[in-house]
C-alpha cells in the first residue's frame, strides 16, 4: 500500500519499462546492493523519506549515477509516493542510500553519555529546539 502513514519509508523502489508505471517491472529492496543489472526504466515508484537510489549507467556502480530521492512533499510531512511517469535511463547497477548528494541531509547527529551516536530526523531535532527555546522565553518573563 503506497503512502500508508504507517508506512513511513519502503524497503523498494519498482521500476517500469513503460510510461506511468506500466509494462516489464522490476523491484530492488533496500536489503542487498545490485551491481549487474539489465533494465530499461521510464517510470518508477516507491514510498518513505528515508531513502533514496542510487542508479547507475555502467556495472558495478560505475558511471554516471542519477539519484532518486524522496519527493519535497514526501520529505516533509515524512512519508508517501514518490514516482516519476516519464523519466527514461538505462540501468546497469543500483543501490540504496541514506539521501541524494544534491539533497540535504535531513538528519542530526547525537551522542550519548557512551560515546555511540544516534540519527534524529530533522523534524525531531527542530521540535527539541523550539520546545527548549519557549522554555528560555518563559523562564525569562
Known sequence: MYGNQNLSDSSSITVYN??????????????????????YMQSYIFTGSETSWLLYDEYNYNGTPT??????????????????????LSIKSIRPTSYCPSEPELTTTESDSSGVSSLKSWKEASFGIVAALAVYLWLRN
Do not use: D, M, Y
Not at 513503460?18 to 543489472?37: D, M
Open 18 to 39: 513503460g510510461k506511468t508505471l506500466e509494462g516489464p517491472e522490476w523491484t530492488f529492496n533496500t536489503s542487498s546492493n545490485f551491481s549487474n543489472v539489465n533494465a
Open 67 to 88: 539519484c532518486l530521492g524522496p519527493s519535497e512533499t514526501v520529505q516533509i510531512i515524512g512519508f508517501g509516493i514518490t514516482f516519476s511517469w516519464n523519466k527514461s
